[in-house]
C-alpha cells in the first residue's frame, strides 16, 4: 500500500486542522492504520490508531479527547481531526499502515507498521 499524508499547516493555538491519508493498492480494511508524530529533536511518538473494522480506536494520552481518528473505507482515506491544538503538538505527522489477517487488533508501536507516508508539518502558534 501507499500512504500520501496532507492536510498539515500553521494554526494558532485552540485551532483546529483535519489531516488526511489517502491509501492506495489493497483495500482499507485489511489494514492497521495509525498516526504518529515527530517533534524537532524528539523521537517518532504514538498518536492514534484505529483497526481494520474501524470500530476500536486508541490514543495518547497527549491528545484523548482532543484528537479523533477515523477513515473512509469507500475512498481509502484516513482521517485525524485535530481539536484544542496546542504548541507541543507541534511535529511532522506521519499516517502509518500494517497489513493484518482476521484480527481487529491495533498496536501502538512504530516498529509494528509495515507502510509510511512521506509526513505532513503541523505547526502550532502560541
Known amino acids: 500500500v501507499q500512504l500520501q499524508a496532507s492536510g498539515g499547516g500553521l494554526v494558532q493555538a485552540g485551532g483546529s486542522l483535519r489531516l488526511s491519508c489517502a491509501a492506495s493498492g489493497r483495500p482499507f480494511g485489511d489494514y492497521v492504520m495509525g498516526w504518529f508524530r515527530q517533534a524537532p529533536g524528539k523521537e517518532r511518538e504514538f498518536v492514534a490508531a484505529?483497526?481494520?473494522?474501524?470500530?476500536?480506536?486508541r490514543y495518547a494520552d497527549s491528545v484523548e479527547g482532543r484528537f479523533t481518528i477515523s477513515g473512509d473505507n469507500g475512498i481509502n482515506t484516513l482521517y485525524l481531526q485535530m481539536n484544542s491544538l496546542k504548541p507541543e503538538d507541534t511535529a511532522v505527522y506521519y499516517c502509518?499502515?500494517?497489513?493484518?489477517?482476521?484480527?481487529?487488533?491495533?498496536?501502538?508501536?512504530?516498529?509494528?507498521?509495515?507502510?509510511w507516508g512521506q509526513g505532513t508539518l503541523v505547526t502550532v502558534s502560541s
Open positions: 502509518a499502515a500494517r497489513r493484518v489477517y482476521y484480527t481487529d487488533n491495533i498496536y501502538r508501536d512504530s516498529v509494528q507498521y509495515n507502510y
Open positions: 484505529i483497526s481494520p473494522s474501524g470500530v476500536v480506536t
